[in-house]
């Protein structure tokens, strides 16, 4: 077996941390105060993609 195949078995996989790192960052923005420039981007945002859905659907 190689060194390299050694390394691939003992590294941590990452592959499952999404959805958790997600959860924490929703959790992060709404227990941290966020500066209202970010509110006001994420507020556009959330619109967009509101709209983007409704002609997609339409």
């Known amino acids: 077996?190689?060194?390299s195949a050694v390394l691939m078995?003992?590294?941590p996989s990452?592959?499952?941390l999404g959805i958790p790192l997600l959860l924490v960052a929703m959790l992060a923005m709404m227990v941290l105060p966020l500066p209202p420039i970010m509110l006001d981007l994420?507020?556009?945002f959330n619109i967009a993609l509101s709209?983007?859905?409704?002609?997609?659907?339409?």
């Not at 709209?51 to 339409?58: E, K, R």
């Open 14 to 16: 990452i592959k499952g």
């Open 51 to 58: 709209l983007v859905v409704l002609l997609v659907v339409i």
């Open 1 to 3: 077996m190689s060194y």
């Open 42 to 44: 994420f507020f556009t």
């Open 9 to 11: 078995n003992n590294t």
